[in-house]
Nanobody, 125 residues
Framework: QVQLVESGGGLVQAGGSLRLSCAAS????????MGWFRQAPGKEREFVAA????????YYGDSVKGRFTFSRDNAKNTVYLQMNSLGPEDTAVYYC??????????????????WGQGTQVTVSS
C-alpha cells in the first residue's frame, strides 16, 4: 500500500519560511517522479514543483521560482520543499504526489497516481 505523508505545515508570518517534508512508503521511490501541488480555497490545484531524480534539476511553477527549493533524499524515501519569502498568496493546502518516472507531463495532476493527505500552510500578512 502506497503512502505519502506530508508534514511541516503551519502558520507563518509574511516573509517567513517553512520546510515541508513528504515521506513515501510502499513504492520503489527511485521509479517515481515526486511533485508538490497546492490548492487554495475556491481554486484549482496548482503545480508547485517536481523532481525526477536527485541528479536532475527540479521544475518549478512560475509563482514559486526563486523562493522555493525542492529536494529529494532517495536513502530516506523523502522529499522536501523549502519555502522562503512566503506571502499570503502562498496560503493553501500543500499536497505531495508521485508519478511513474516515464510520465512526461509533470505539471498536471492527472499524471500523478498517488497523493498525500495534504498539509495546511497559512501565511499571515
Amino acid at each position: 500500500q502506497v503512502q505519502l505523508v506530508e508534514s511541516g505545515g503551519g502558520l507563518v508570518q509574511a516573509g517567513g519560511s517553512l520546510r515541508l517534508s513528504c515521506a513515501a512508503s510502499g513504492l520503489t521511490f527511485t521509479s517515481y517522479i515526486m511533485g508538490w501541488f497546492r490548492q487554495a480555497p475556491g481554486k484549482e490545484r496548482e503545480f508547485v514543483a517536481a523532481i525526477v531524480s536527485t541528479s536532475s534539476m527540479p521544475y518549478y511553477g512560475d509563482s514559486v521560482k526563486g523562493r522555493f527549493t525542492f529536494s529529494r533524499d532517495n536513502a530516506k524515501n523523502t522529499v522536501y520543499l523549502q519555502m522562503n519569502s512566503l506571502g499570503p498568496e502562498d496560503t493553501a493546502v500543500y499536497y505531495c504526489a508521485a508519478a511513474p518516472v516515464n510520465r512526461n507531463t509533470i505539471y498536471y495532476t492527472r499524471s500523478y497516481d498517488y497523493w498525500g493527505q495534504g498539509t495546511q500552510v497559512t501565511v499571515s500578512s
